[in-house]
């Protein structure tokens, strides 16, 4: 199946940091990513934590980093249009794997991911990276993720535990809190769709996008990648994900070129 990316999404994706693809995945590619989503599920990694309060009457559950033992979630990534559409929404000649990550929400679910970008949480600095969010259930609007539109061109803001609000990356004080956009609507264009299986969310690491709960299981896989510019950031703390052992045999500032990031596209050089 051909996905065409027109100048249109191309330009979206660079002024709002966000973009929703249609009909990203076949049925028949929906249907494997759902095995593999519940073969994680069934068997979670060490790394895998739930993000929700022990009182709420949902669960929300996340994992990452599972693709090698996950087939589902190689065919994804390796032999699906992913890395190709990624490469165009980027501007990159080429792209490698940043990590997988499976986020479950069951029924009934109420925990409200807070207002956040995604890449103070990492080990990269650089601005060609992108996230792909992919559901397998349908997402209806009152359930789905929002994000404030060009965000991802302004300041980096201080990333904070879902739960508890502690500061375990970059210092108290260190950079900006999160603005509070619910009390400044008009200050913010936010974005956010429906989803049915099949369609993907295109947002960059910096867009500010939050997550409602959910009153269906809504199980969604989300796989990050990264462009020419990304240069290795190994932080004085735990990254999340982290990935033990990286900066002894990377150094600061140079390609993510190591087995645990490898290059997908273009496919002929994988």
């Not at 690491?205 to 969604?220: C, K, P, S, Y």
């Not at 087995?259 to 496919?267: E, T, V």
Request: aromatic share 10%.
């Amino acid at each position: 199946m051909t996905v065409h990316i027109s100048e249109t999404e191309i330009k979206a994706y660079a002024d709002d940091g966000v973009v929703l693809l249609k009909n990203l995945l076949s049925k028949d590619e929906v249907a494997d990513l759902k095995s593999g989503i519940d073969k994680n599920i069934s068997n979670p990694s060490s790394r895998s934590k739930v993000a929700s309060d022990v009182k709420d009457p949902g669960w929300f559950l996340e994992d990452f980093c599972t693709w090698q033992e996950n087939s589902a979630y190689q065919r994804i990534i390796f032999e699906s249009q992913l890395s190709e559409v990624a490469a165009k929404l980027m501007c990159s000649e080429k792209v490698r794997l940043y990590h997988d990550h499976m986020l479950v929400k069951k029924s009934g679910t109420r925990q409200r991911t807070p207002w956040h970008q995604d890449q103070p949480y990492y080990n990269i600095e650089g601005r060609q990276n992108i996230s792909f969010w992919i559901p397998v259930d349908p997402v209806p609007l009152e359930w789905t993720l929002e994000f404030a539109a060009g965000s991802h061109l302004g300041n980096w803001f201080l990333p904070r535990t879902f739960l508890k609000k502690e500061a375990k990356w970059f210092p108290e004080g260190s950079l900006m809190e999160p603005p509070d956009i619910e009390a400044n609507p008009d200050k913010y264009r936010v974005l956010s769709w429906a989803l049915e299986p099949g369609d993907a969310l295109a947002f960059h690491m910096l867009t500010l996008h939050t997550g409602a709960g959910t009153e269906a299981l809504r199980r969604v896989f989300s796989v990050r990648m990264l462009g020419d510019d990304i240069r290795h950031a190994p932080r004085a703390w735990e990254t999340s994900p982290e990935f033990p052992g990286l900066s002894v045999e990377l150094s600061v500032g140079v390609p993510m070129k190591h087995k645990l990031f490898p290059l997908i596209w273009p496919a002929n050089l994988a």
